[in-house]
């Protein structure tokens, strides 16, 4: 069983930075597909930024590309999502999820098995 929680979420101005961070627990990072999903009232999960092959390779969605980096730490077993340049509409519920180990990416939230509880971003403008 893997466990997931989430830290690092907050209020900030636009233009402002936060640093999510993922602690895994029960499984070891590397040997799995991690990817961050965010959510807002109403709109379907979507696909933030996903890392796969082992962590060397990565995916953003065009919304965040160039603003968020995706990353982890594999003594602390930790995912982290490092958020530059807020803009009011990146503010969402932001999970953190675990799938199997893939050599590509996938955005798809049935293709992860594991979530954290989520760690709400407030953006103000």
């Known amino acids: 069983q893997v466990q997931l929680v989430e830290s690092g979420g907050g209020s900030v101005q636009a233009g402002g930075s936060l640093r999510l961070s993922c602690a895994a627990s029960?499984?070891?990072?590397?040997?799995?597909?991690m990817a961050w999903f965010r959510q807002t009232p109403g709109k379907e999960r979507e696909g933030v930024a996903v890392l796969y092959f082992s962590g060397e390779l990565n995916y953003y969605a065009d919304f965040v590309k160039g603003r968020f980096t995706i990353s982890q730490d594999n003594a602390k077993n930790t995912v982290y999502l490092q958020m530059n340049s807020l803009k009011p509409e990146d503010t969402a519920m932001y999970y953190c999820a675990a799938g199997p180990w893939r050599a590509y990416f996938d955005t798809a939230p049935s293709a992860y098995n594991y979530w954290g509880q989520g760690t709400q971003v407030t953006v103000s403008s």
């Open positions: 029960g499984s070891t990072v590397s040997a799995r597909s």
